[in-house]
């Protein structure tokens, strides 16, 4: 009797564990059909692989808006997908319990009219049961849907600025002058389908560079005349994309200028921030700059993609 009690105390125990694990795993994903979590308001056409804004459902129009019920608890990344495509519009906008948190140009991705699935995080947020997720669709274009991925982080929670968007991002070009000796803080991420570059100087002199093509070549940035291959991940033999959550560090005295400059035709998913002892600075998200596509396909068929911030910030990732 004593060792049935025994053996069942144990296969209970295994099963408990499992479902801590099965509870607790790294990653949710939400697919655009899943009416438990998601909830399609406006012009939405569900097809096989995605939702979209679609002038033949609703009232005609192309407006809409999606919102994610993920019921989660803690700090996770949140990544969406969607299908690019030459008929997409360029102002995705995406909410977090409430508050614009990225815009996305929805056709960045589309190489010589061939569309793709492309992925691009929102960033890292503290949730808890009641957080909603939404894609707003208020331009009358067609936005696509594919699903959300939630994935638990470290990261410290990103930095919304109050117009929406990720803060800290500099402009096209930006000056900055150190207020006392401290640490330049370079956090950059460079995501492009055509020629684009970063470039960060110090009175003149430059510390920090990044040139790319493309989308694919093994091009990594270069961080006071080294290049550093950290700055890549091989996707597969020959396709490299930027490795996301990349910060360089250099020594600043009083008086000192920092420039930077971005630019190219960098996707909406580009940042290049900039921080260190300052009082202020002026600072834009990346501008979009996709390269114009040829023709479309037909629309549902299988074709595809701040403010001031004087203190350092730990960013979230860009993945695509």
Known sequence: MMKKIVAC?????????????TGNAADLK?????????????????????????????????????????????????????KATVNRG????????????KEVDQKAG??????????VSLGVFELTPESKVELRAEDGKSYSFVGFTFTTSTDVPTDVSADGGVAGDTGAESSFVAKSDGDLIIEPYLSTYSPAAFH?????????SWVRSDSTSKEPCVFQGAADDKSMIENKP??????????????????QKVTSTKS?????????KISGPFDGAAAAPADDKPAENAADNKEGGKAATGDAKPAAMDDVLNTR
């Open 110 to 119: 589309v190489t010589e009219g061939k569309s793709a699935f492309i992925k």
């Open 264 to 272: 190219g035709s960098y996707e909406s998913g580009t940042y290049l």
């Open 200 to 208: 960060v100087f110090i009175d003149g002199k430059e510390v920090f």
């Open 9 to 21: 105390f144990l296969v209970a125990f295994v099963f408990s564990l499992l479902a801590l694990s």
């Open 30 to 82: 939400i697919k655009f059909t899943d009416k438990g979590r998601l909830n399609y308001q406006g012009d939405w056409k569900l097809i096989s692989y995605q939702a979209y804004t679609s002038k033949l459902v609703g009232k005609g129009g192309r407006r809409g808006t999606l919102t994610c019920e993920p019921k989660l608890s803690g700090t996770y990344q949140i990544i969406t997908e969607f």
């Open 90 to 101: 360029n102002r995705a906008q995406y909410y977090v319990n409430g508050t614009k948190v």
């Open 238 to 255: 020959g396709d490299f994309s930027p490795a996301p959550g990349l910060k360089y560090t250099v020594a600043l005295k009083a008086g």
